[in-house]
């Protein structure tokens, strides 16, 4: 049973009763780990009424400006116009599934390609899990090697190929140097472990050793080319750049999972604002505005095993009607000149008074952060990969600041490993609002610092 409580549980009694009711017929009374009492959402998540543009209000009536953004999907805000109109019209005057293939995919795909110089090809799924399963099954096929090189602290997904190493208690995970691979939780194969290396990020040296033993059998390297699920954590200079040589001189493939990147840092994502060309690329939340749809695309030579059928990819539900009329939509409004550059300049904004917030309470935080992807480290020194994560954020703290804001009408997810999102439909006035609201929520931190 849980020991927390809301600040003002009143304020949220509707929310409360609703999960009370649904924890008697939904195992954890809800429907992703993400939203679990164990995630953070101590004593029991929010319960949505409706979202338009850049604020959520919640059961109890509640209204809030929204940065959780539903963990990344609304780039453009909740129901945005544009999004929203061409689902309604695909729907009412076409359909939804037909298993068999629609122009509007050609358009698309066009679009992805176009917008990204690394993608050659394409091919449509319904989610990012989804996505890096194909990708790491390509990888293996194409170079005929059987192992993966990930990350410790980063989240590709809940496939039991990859669900390893995301959030390891230290006590079990092994070296620093040599992190062992331990699985999310019972139920996956141990035999799997045998196919994975786990690296810590950041770590030029610890992949090239890894490379130096094992070469020979790594067919691929998966990576974010910015941690965003353990907090967000930024590459170090060189070290994108490394990893891409690294791979190339292998001969084994490089993985950019842009599921929460793609299309949010830039309309080429992570991989087009560091200037990276990784082998093949995973993208989902930013490319549907909120719809699910997800793609795997990358250079036509490795693509052509799944042109030939040689790897399958297959999906009812891939490119559906729904999916497809929202991508489009979404990426013509991304592509209009200019856009990300004033979403940046709003976001810097947010950066500067939120560090500003954080000097003047002389507490031990800092922002870290890219663009419209951000969170606010309560630590007392740099955190440059997990084990650093583990060992130094203060969630106590962070809890203070989350519940602080959410009291005062500011909503992100309530767990420090996750990141604050802005989207498009921030205005100037939601950050200086924002703002506001976080100098008296940083008050409060002070005073229990």
Not at 286 to 312: E, I, N, Q, Y
Not at 316 to 327: D, L, M, Q, R
Not at 429 to 434: E, G, L, P, S, V
């Amino acid at each position: 049973m849980t020991t927390m409580t809301y600040k003002t549980p009143a304020r949220t009694a509707k929310s409360a009763q609703y999960f009370t009711n649904a924890r008697k017929i939904i195992p954890s009374g809800v429907n992703s780990t993400a939203r679990a009492v164990w995630s953070g959402w101590d004593p029991y998540p929010l319960f949505v009424d409706h979202g338009t543009g850049s604020r959520l209000t919640d059961v109890d009536g509640n209204e809030y400006i929204d940065y959780l953004l539903g963990l990344g999907p609304m780039i453009l805000g909740h129901r945005p116009p544009k999004v929203t109109k061409a689902v309604v019209d695909f729907i009412e005057k076409r359909g939804t599934v037909f298993a068999l293939p629609v122009a509007d995919e050609l358009t698309l795909s066009n679009k992805i390609i176009n917008a990204i110089p690394a993608v050659e090809q394409v091919r449509l799924c319904n989610t990012g899990t989804e996505a890096v399963l194909y990708a790491v099954r390509l990888a293996r096929a194409y170079t005929g090697r059987k192992k993966l090189v990930r990350f410790e602290g980063m989240y590709h997904g809940f496939s039991d190929g990859v669900y390893w190493s995301k959030h390891p208690g230290l006590n079990v995970a092994g070296p620093d140097k040599a992190p062992m691979p331990i699985p999310q939780g019972p139920g996956m194969p141990a035999h799997l472990a045998d196919s994975l290396i786990i690296l810590p990020w950041n770590d030029v040296d610890a992949l090239r050793e890894a490379f130096a033993r094992e070469g020979q059998d790594i067919a691929a390297v998966i990576t974010e080319a910015v941690m965003c699920n353990t907090g967000c954590i930024l590459p170090e200079p060189g070290y994108l750049e490394a990893v891409r040589e690294i791979t190339a001189k292998n001969g084994a493939l490089l993985i950019c999972d842009e599921v929460i990147t793609g299309f949010r840092l830039s309309l080429a994502g992570a991989q087009g604002y560091y200037g990276l060309e990784p082998d093949l690329s995973t993208y989902a939340k930013g490319l549907g505005g909120g719809f699910p749809v997800a793609a795997l695309g990358g250079r036509k030579d490795v693509m052509a095993l799944v042109a030939d059928g040689t790897v399958s990819m297959a999906g009812t539900y891939s490119a559906n009607g729904i999916a497809v009329s929202a991508a489009n939509a979404a990426l013509d409004e991304l592509a209009a000149p200019g856009l990300y550059d004033g979403l940046y300049e709003r976001c810097q904004q947010l950066y500067d008074g939120l560090e500003k917030i954080i000097a003047d309470n002389k507490v031990d935080a800092y922002v870290t952060g890219l663009g419209p992807v951000l969170q606010v480290w309560f630590a007392d020194q740099p955190i440059r990969n997990y084990r650093d994560a583990a060992r130094y954020a203060r969630h106590d703290l962070f809890r203070i600041w989350w519940e602080e804001m959410l009291e005062r009408g500011v909503l992100f997810h309530p767990g420090a490993f996750e990141n604050l999102f802005v989207s498009f439909a921030h205005s100037k006035d939601d950050i200086a609002q924002t703002l506001s609201v976080a100098a008296e929520a940083m008050r409060a931190v002070k005073a229990k610092h």
